[in-house]
């Protein structure tokens, strides 16, 4: 007999991959439940579709098992027969890791991503509630709270997400029934990260009252990124009276003419623009205090892999990448 719900991973993905511009992927493949049942739905795409994948592991040395989730998806990727590369990344500040892991892990599949391939993650329905209230507890504002998109760019490169709509039971189902080998991550259990105090403690307490959490947050979602795609065409199309050709520098004098609120969304898409950074109200405001200041050598502020000072009339960002 066949199962329509373990069907029904696979009708999804190959809708997701209809209109893409490409028929090669990058599969990021952690070797947890998510990435494996991706990389068999891809597997099995490739069979009878023209389409070609390889997958690509990050270690972020930060278990003890480390070794064990790397050796375990080279393993993988050798049985299925297809090209697998793995790379090492280290973390240097014991403040906000996951964040740091983050930018750090797509920075470096983005640079190993060939121009004619496509990056595809394994981020569900769960992954998007919980990254909601997470952007919600530090305070973003519309376009953060709109959630992870389906389809984005990041350094150039396109990613692709095609379980987003997803609930993470629909996954577990289509690994038991296909028997997916995957291994678990012990970090996952560790509540000292804020992901996981939100996965493993108040998500879970949150349903036992609001049994259709999920459903109404996801709709809530929807709603924000259709305001959110409104403000930011309209926002981005101001940008320009105020900024440089490169949208590298702005101009202090004409953007004091504008009303508080406009001044806090054209510096929130100018950021924006620049490296995809999301600002919450708190950061915007550090940056409009520079705006005030006399002095031009000491105002600075750094955030994400930029950073922003102040020459004269001019409010200047730039890259701090090495």
């Not at 490739?46 to 080279?74: G, P, Q, V």
């Not at 105020?242 to 406009?262: C, G, R």
């Not at 915007?284 to 105002?299: A, C, L, R, W």
Request: glycine fraction near 2%; hydrophobic fraction near 35%.
């Amino acid at each position: 007999m066949v199962n329509l719900k373990s069907n029904k991973l696979l009708d999804i993905c190959k809708k997701s991959i209809l209109d893409i511009p490409s028929t090669k992927f990058l599969i990021a493949y952690s070797g947890g439940i998510d990435s494996s049942v991706l990389l068999h739905c891809f597997h099995m795409l490739s069979i009878n579709n023209n389409i070609t994948f390889r997958s690509i592991h990050i270690n972020h040395n930060l278990s003890d098992s480390a070794k064990l989730y790397k050796d375990h998806c080279k393993n993988i990727s050798k049985q299925y027969g297809f090209e697998h590369s793995s790379f090492d990344i280290e973390i240097n500040n014991k403040s906000n890791i996951e964040e740091q892991c983050r930018i750090k892990r797509y920075d470096k599949i983005t640079k190993e991503c060939k121009e004619d391939e496509i990056i595809v993650t394994a981020h569900h329905l769960d992954d998007q509630i919980e990254t909601f209230f997470l952007r919600l507890l530090r305070g973003s504002a519309s376009r953060g709270l709109s959630g992870i998109k389906s389809l984005s760019i990041m350094n150039k490169k396109y990613i692709l997400r095609p379980l987003l709509d997803c609930p993470k039971s629909l996954i577990k189902e289509y690994q038991n029934n296909n028997n997916i080998s995957y291994v678990e991550d012990t970090s996952n259990k560790d509540d000292k990260y804020d992901r996981n105090f939100l996965r493993n403690k108040i998500l879970p307490l949150l349903k036992t009252r609001w049994a259709s959490l999920d459903k109404n947050i996801s709709n809530n979602i929807t709603a924000l990124h259709i305001q959110s795609q409104f403000l930011d065409k309209h926002i981005s199309e101001l940008l320009h009276k105020y900024s440089n050709k490169s949208k590298t520098q702005i101009s202090i004098s004409l953007l004091n003419k504008e009303e508080d609120y406009l001044k806090t969304l054209i510096i929130h898409e100018w950021v924006h623009k620049f490296n995809g950074t999301i600002l919450n109200l708190r950061q915007i405001n550090e940056i409009i205090k520079i705006m005030k200041t006399n002095n031009d050598s000491n105002p600075l502020f750094i955030f994400n892999d930029m950073s922003i000072t102040k020459d004269k009339d001019t409010l200047l960002i730039k890259s701090t990448k090495k």
